[in-house]
């Protein structure tokens, strides 16, 4: 199973910045959506951002006016800039690509190995 390759999480202090980077490799082809989840412990995962492939973005309630997720098709990247980082949003972190294929009419999701972001008080 391929597999995304996300970069950026540690640890920072409330009210800090942190940037992820995830990278789709280039045998995944014909991407539309991409996007972010989290899920802190004992939580269930939630989506954070999603962005397609012509750039509408849609967030969760609780990250907007804080985090901007952008692409970059020809690189198959997607990005999560995170401002004014909370506890509340200490998680791991977790990328996603959804490649349509013809062979199979449909989807399939592909998906990072996740990246831990923690947040001080």
Known sequence: QLRL?????????AGGSLRLSCAAPGSIFSIN?????????GKQR????VITRGGSTNY??????RFTISRDNAKNTVYLQMNSLQPEDTAAYYCHADSFSTSISGTTRYWGQGTQVTVSS
Request: avoid cysteine; charge should be negative; charged fraction near 20%.
């Open 60 to 65: 969760v309630d609780s990250v907007k006016g």
């Open 5 to 13: 390759v996300e970069s950026g999480g540690g640890l920072v202090q």
């Open 46 to 49: 939630e989506l954070v951002a």
């Open 33 to 41: 959506a991409m996007g972010w989840y989290r899920q802190a412990p």
